[in-house]
């Protein structure tokens, strides 16, 4: 029974290249958010994402980041013109179809980006 | 808006020593509450969590209660272990979005 699986584990950029992170929910997810979480500082919200459709990204940058989730194969979060403040871990998160306030977020290991 | 707030760390203590973290939470209407731990190179693994005032969370000797009246959920160890070294976070989770809203964490490191 996997959990959630993001990759790469580690992700190395120039600057000005792309980042493409994926996440693939787990079993019986259909939600999908997304986290970031940069050095001395707590997690932010980015976005929150349904199949085909995107609910919240109220926390994602105005320009070069965007997220998509589609019907087919993982969630990924895409990050164009990459610099060195997007250097960070990405986290994502899943959860069920059924409004859970109570949690039921699954988080994966996260994916470490280096722009360099 | 919406906030956590835990005590800063880095905490560092001794072997079964006991452990207080604190964190205060600012919401509308009445959020769910979450421990998260982050061990060293990893991803956030859920703790504890708790739903409604005056719930007790527990898992792997940690407690936190939700204490509605100081808005509230401290957590707490009685013994703690080498094992436990680790980043704790704080989160809520309020109104009708799923998102959640995180503490900065405290890192904890305990000596043998």
């Known amino acids: 029974n996997a959990g959630v699986m993001q990759n790469p584990r580690h992700l190395v950029r120039r600057r000005g290249q792309e980042a493409r992170l994926r996440c693939s929910p787990m079993k019986g997810h259909s939600h999908v958010y997304w986290y970031r979480q940069l050095p001395e500082e707590g997690l932010k919200f980015m976005v929150y994402?349904?199949?085909?459709?995107?609910?919240?990204e109220s926390g994602m940058p105005k320009e070069r980041f965007s997220a998509e989730f589609p019907k087919e194969g993982p969630s990924i979060l895409r990050i164009q013109q990459v610099v060195r403040g997007d250097s960070a871990a990405y986290f994502c998160?899943?959860?069920?179809?059924?409004?859970?306030?109570?949690?039921?977020?699954?988080f994966g290991s996260g994916t470490r980006l280096t722009v360099v | 808006g919406d906030s956590v707030t835990q005590m800063e760390g880095p905490v560092t203590l001794s072997e079964e020593a006991f452990l207080t973290i604190n964190c205060t939470y600012t919401?509308?209407?009445?959020?769910?509450l979450f421990w998260y731990v982050q061990y060293p190179g990893e991803g956030l693994q859920l703790l504890l969590k708790a739903t409604k005032a005056d719930d007790k969370g527990s898992n792997k000797g940690f407690e936190a209660t939700y204490r509605k009246e100081t808005t509230s959920f401290h957590l707490e160890k009685g013994s703690v272990q080498v094992s436990d070294s680790a980043v704790y976070f704080c989160a809520a989770n309020a109104g009708n979005n799923r998102k959640l809203i995180w503490g900065l964490g405290t890192s904890l490191a305990v000596n043998p």
């Open positions: 998160a899943s959860s069920p179809l059924i409004e859970n306030r109570g949690g039921g977020y699954t």
């Open positions: 994402l349904q199949k085909e459709n995107i609910i919240d």
């Open positions: 919401a509308t209407g009445y959020p769910s």
